[in-house]
């Protein structure tokens, strides 16, 4: 056979060398495979380094890119041919195996369900096909398909629903159909295209029914579906309007025609009762009569030739010693393990990681390179003889109950040293350069069931090679359009990274689950991958991978409207909860509210919250009320607020402070609060009570213009030595900040006034008597505001006068 595609063989002859060219030629390393899709509005650039990179389309489409030695240019997708279609259909079927072809077997006991078939989807109904594994759902959806060619517009659209979700399913439907190079639409762009496709759509090995596959249905309503299922399967909804055929067993007569067209020879008599014994046990499944004439077609090839004539010449046989016996009826009801003894060691190693990776077969390309073995690659073709293989789209995987059989004989035993093996050959395989990305996709579930029998590793270096395998096949899978394997692969490859430690593939496989939910509108999910990322690159120091993930978490709030609660702005740094449009402040500032205080210091209505002048527009249009204005507000407002609740704390507490410390007697001769005192300039002590020169006004008390003292500067006011008089209880200074105390300090320097004070009014009722002049300090209950006014309390006395009477000082004594 010919291995010229494996770098071996003759093939061509290597053309002369040039001796001018130098022994060692050091030759550049290979740029990076980048790939620049069209997804949606989005310009996705595929990039295995750093990781993709996204942004808005431009409005022309995206640009040219090379693409091996040629440019493609992503355009608007155009509809194939028939000829491109038929062409297509061609290379999407499963390779033929090396070897001399197979016989075709007839399709018996089929022909009523094969015209009622026919005739459902010629009226344009869909049709919904339900039988057991091995009952011959694939051959006859091939027979249906091959007559109903001709029926649409479009043809005949071969799929498989083998691990495909609607959505892949509806993708797939959208690329058969039309030429779209490099371009991927969005959900809405989708549902107009599949919705005018006109076709036969035969869809084998469904896994899903109910309302996901009225979805599935709806989306192309001018298709007629054939869908292939097991009965295990949920069934479709009731208003999906799916006819359903059921497919059982074959008869007897027809099972053993069956198998006699499998061995290519008449059945003796022990070989059909044999064989009659197995259709009852099988009930008439025509896989298992498949495998059965592969176990005759073996006892053929164990019997020996018959020997040459004897030297007497009477031709006497010595075949009867060694007759193969028939297989019992457990080993004709599970044949799997029987069989693949008697394969070539070859094949049955094929067997072996074939158990390994969940029943997955790779393709016949790298069973040379797996098995060790340069003609590996017929083993394909004996296991398909044997009726071990099933086509499954473009590839083969295990029979129905092959996995199980063989397990149970031992071929499971090695599975994760055949499962490593495969995931360090695919992981060189899918990161090559010359592998296209069509190419990897059609060996993508081999590559997933290689990543997911990795992960969670129990062994060294499986988590490992688990992830450099994901890093190599992620991005051909996206390059591919094949994004659900993308996206598996890119969360087994991050649970393998978190397994494993490495933390910079970690993010990497974030990075790229977030681009991918961002691509397919995932917005949440989008950002919280891409903070996961950028955070841990950022711990790594890793600048390039940062400014990707953070471009990548623009488009994300773009896409949500702005900044989220608790998020990040585009260059990472955190936001407020909220943000409002808010009116420029005045050029006076932001008046203040101003709590008035009464005679204790204290508000007057302390049950009214401070009222903010301000104006706040509600983003919404309703403006919030009460206290929720105030929090609501612009921050300078806020600052305003804050500032006058807590100058009138501090004012209360000052106030308080005060009005209890005039309880208290202050030691004497300390200096009162308002009044400064320096003891350095004055020649005598403390200079604060003594005089200017020429100067009228008495020491702490108010300057008259007629030269005499307001009443509130009487020598006995606030004097606790003088008889019914007490401290002021609420004595004030310049400023309006009270005095800590309301006794005078004593100074024997002090000069008696040279005016002397006259008498204050008295109330009618009880007479007062006149206070005599003496040359101690003022009364501490007189005091100069700051705007030059005088203010005075009254002492209080014993009598039953009202005190309001001697508290107005207001106006100078006549």
Known sequence: MDNDSFGEGAGQARPPRDTGTPDFVQSAPALARTVQLVAGDFLLTVNPVDGSEIEPCPPGGAPSQAEGHGREQSARPTRYSAEERTERQRAAQPPLPAGPPAPRLPLLERDEEHERLVRLLGRGRSVRLTGPAGSGRSALLDIVAEDCANLAPDGVVRLSGYHRTPTELLYELFAVVHSA?????????????????????????????????????????????????TPDIAAPAADSHLEEVFLAGLGRSASLELLQRTVERPLTEDEANWAGDLWFESEGLPLRFVQAGALLRQRDSLRPEPQDEDSDGFGVFDAVDVEVPLPTLGEGAAPAALLASRLSESARDTLRFAVALGGEVPHQAHLPALVGDTHADASLGELMHCG???????????????????????????????????????????????????????????????????????????????????????????????WGAWERALRIGSEAARISGEVAEEAYFHHELGVLALCTGSLERARAELEASIGMRGALADKRGTVAGRRALALVADRAGGPVVGGRTPAGEEVPAARYEESASPPGGVPAAVLPLGASGQSKRPEEPATLVARQESPGGAKPRGPLAIIGGARRNLVAAGAGALLAAVLGTVVTLGATSDQQDPPGGKVRNGQSANEDDADNGLDADEPAAGSTRRPGGTEDPTGAVTPGSSPSAGDPSKPGAEPSSNPSKPGGKPTSSGRPPTNPETKPPTTPPTKPPTPSSTPTPTPTPTPTSPSPSASTSPGGSTSASAPITTSSAPASSASSSSSPVI
């Open 181 to 229: 190079p490099r371009h991927r639409p969005d959900r809405a762009g989708l549902l107009e295209y599949v919705r005018d496709i006109g076709a036969i759509v035969v869809l084998d090995d469904l896994e899903f029914g109910g309302s996901a596959l009225g979805e599935l249905l709806d989306a192309a309503p001018e298709c007629a579906f054939l869908v292939a299922a």
């Open 388 to 482: 071990l293989l099933s086509p499954v789209g473009p590839r083969y995987r295990l029979a129905a109950g092959v996995i199980a059989q063989l397990t149970e004989k031992g071929y499971a035993d090695d599975a994760a040293a055949h499962a490593h093996t495969a995931a360090q050959h695919y992981a060189w395989w899918a990161g090559h350069p010359s592998v296209t990305p069509e190419r990897a996709v059609a060996e993508a579930d081999a590559v997933l069931a290689a990543l997911t029998a990795l992960v969670p590793g129990e062994e060294a270096g499986h988590p490992s090679a688990a992830v450099l395998l994901a890093r190599s096949a992620a991005p051909a899978f996206a390059a591919g359009l094949h």
